[in-house]
């Protein structure tokens, strides 16, 4: 079974435009929306994302939002600690195939590091 992981220098997940993410309300409470809209740069991409590196540079300091960790996916998606691995893999996949397309160099990295 593939275990999740973070490829690094990625960064499509930091890919954070509104209108590819209409059920926001859904998960994020009306402060956290608040943050995440003031987070939001012309063309969608996050203002913390380093792009040239493809980096978070508040990394230490990221929201909670921005964190794969099983309790804050339970209490934002209802996910149990038991299906986190795969909802990560699932959410990461398709957020690297919207972002750069499922022939990039990206979903190349992913599907490698993942045993796929
Ligand atoms: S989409 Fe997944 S692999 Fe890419 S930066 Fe985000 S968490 Fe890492
Ligand atoms: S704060 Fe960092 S991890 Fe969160 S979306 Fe922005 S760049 Fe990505």
Redesign the pocket.
């Known amino acids: 079974m593939a275990s999740w992981q973070?490829?690094?220098q990625?960064?499509?997940?930091?890919h954070l435009d509104p209108d590819e993410r209409p059920d926001l309300e859904e998960y994020l409470s009306p402060e956290e929306l608040g943050l995440y809209l003031s987070m939001v740069s012309e063309g969608g991409w996050c203002v913390n994302l380093d792009q040239q590196r493809k980096e978070c540079t508040i990394y230490a300091n990221r929201p909670r939002f921005c964190r794969?960790e099983a309790e804050i996916f339970q209490d934002m998606y209802g996910i149990e600690p038991e299906e986190l691995n795969d909802f990560a893999i699932d959410c990461?996949r398709q957020?690297?195939e919207a972002v750069y397309g499922d022939h990039s160099l990206?979903s190349l990295r992913?599907d490698q590091a993942l045993g796929f």
């Open positions: 973070c490829i690094k990625c960064g499509a997940c930091c794969v990461c957020q690297i990206e992913f």
